[in-house]
Structures are given as structure tokens and as C-alpha cells.
């Protein structure tokens, strides 16, 4: 069965650092494109960002709310996905996804969701 | 960047009776490889959004066939044919024809 689990969500004040954790089990990892979503409370759903595979250099996209902010690493060694994210404000509070990426980019849809972690931006 | 509109914001529907929901996109979703890179998901109220469809019509792996999705450059629909209690929830069209990828506001399905 295939699992994303997200840790490392909470309360922070606006300004501050934190950073999510992605573990990923049953799939090759390495050989996937993984994305974050988030949700503000109440809201729509909110693309952040995407890394793609080693064979693609592990590049990234970002969305403009979060580009020079927020930034997104793998380490496929051990099966994990991260999101930095610094400078953080108020606006950015809400349940953040991780995200399996179906098809990498040849069909791009999002099949696998993790239950998502909150994060709180308050001062 | 593109915009996705999904009207509408919300559809009371009889136990049974069909659903449709519509996404305009602000351009075209065709990408220079020929696919269009819409899909359609539903999120179930404390749940974490599930693929209903990818690239406008295919239905993914376990999803009932009273689910279908069709459309093409810049208008889609999912239909649902005959609306059941667990389709309740918010229904999100996205786009990832282009970065940034975006989301629709969601339609929300509910019964009458």
C-alpha cells in the first residue's frame, strides 16, 4: 500500500521557519515527481511547488506566493520529501499536502494525497 | 497564469438524479505535445482530496462509472449520472497544462 505521511506541522509566528516532512513508502520513490498542495482553513486548494525526479535534476516549479520563501527538497536515499519554509506570514496558514505526481509529466494528475499537516502562522 | 471558473458554487441534487458541473479555463489547456491536462477531483468533508479523472476524460483506477469527464480547450464538465450519498463533497477541476498549476474555487455537491 502506498503511503505519504507528513510530519513537522504547528504553530509559528509570522516570520519564522519550518520546515515539513514528507516519508513516502510503497513506490520508487526516486522515480517520482512529487508535489505540495495547501489548503487555507475554510478555503480552495492552492498549488505550491514541484520537484521532479533525479533524472530530471531534481528540478523545481514554484507558485509565486511561495517562490523565495518556501523551498522543496527530496532525499530519495531515504524515501522523503521536505518543505522548507521561511519567512513565513500569516496568509500561508493552512493544511499542507504532499502529493504523488501519476504519470510524472505524461499524465499529471495527483493520485496520492497524504492526510496533510496544519500549519499555524500567528502571532 | 491561468484561471479555472467552476460554476456552479453549489448543486443540491435528488438521490438518483444526474449532476453536472462545468470549468472554464481562462486559456486554452491544450500543451504543445497535443494532451490536455485537466482532471477533476472530489473532496469528502475532513478528507484529503481523491483523482476522479486525469487529462479531462479518464476515469482513474477505482472510481464508479457514473463519474465521466469530457470537455476540450477551454470548457470541461463532470457528470455524474446518478448521484449517490457519498458523492458529497467538493469537486475541484486543476490544470497542469501550465506552471503555475491552479485549481478551480470547487463546486459543492450536496443533497436535496
Known amino acids: 500500500e502506498v503511503q505519504l505521511v507528513e510530519s513537522g506541522g504547528g504553530l509559528v509566528q509570522p516570520g519564522g521557519s519550518l520546515r515539513l516532512s514528507c516519508a513516502v513508502s510503497g513506490l520508487t520513490f526516486s522515480d517520482q515527481y512529487m508535489d505540495w498542495v495547501r489548503q487555507a482553513p475554510g478555503k480552495g486548494l492552492e498549488w505550491v511547488g514541484r520537484i521532479r525526479d533525479r533524472a530530471h535534476s531534481h528540478s523545481t516549479e514554484y507558485a509565486a506566493s511561495v517562490k523565495g520563501r518556501f523551498t522543496i527538497s527530496r532525499d530519495d536515499s531515504r524515501n522523503s520529501l521536505f518543505l522548507q519554509m521561511n519567512d513565513l506570514k500569516t496568509e500561508d496558514t493552512a493544511v499542507y499536502y504532499c502529493v504523488r505526481v501519476l504519470g510524472n509529466g505524461k499524465i499529471d494528475a495527483f493520485d496520492i494525497w497524504g492526510q496533510g499537516k496544519m500549519v499555524i502562522v500567528s502571532s | 497564469d491561468i484561471v479555472l471558473t467552476q460554476t456552479p458554487l453549489s448543486s443540491p441534487v435528488t438521490l438518483g438524479q444526474p449532476a453536472s458541473l462545468s470549468c472554464r479555463s481562462s486559456?486554452?489547456?491544450?500543451?504543445?505535445?497535443?494532451?490536455?491536462?485537466l482532471s477533476w477531483l472530489q473532496q469528502r468533508p475532513g478528507q484529503p482530496p481523491r483523482l476522479l479523472i486525469y487529462?479531462?476524460?479518464n476515469r482513474f483506477s477505482g472510481v464508479p462509472d457514473r463519474f465521466s469527464g469530457s470537455g476540450a480547450g477551454t470548457d470541461f464538465t463532470l457528470k455524474i449520472s446518478r448521484v449517490e450519498a457519498e458523492d458529497v463533497g467538493v469537486y475541484y477541476c486543476m490544470q497542469s497544462t501550465q506552471f503555475p498549476f491552479s485549481f478551480g474555487g470547487g463546486t459543492k455537491v450536496e443533497i436535496k
Open positions: 487529462k479531462v476524460s
Open positions: 486559456q486554452s489547456l491544450v500543451y504543445s505535445d497535443g494532451n490536455t491536462y
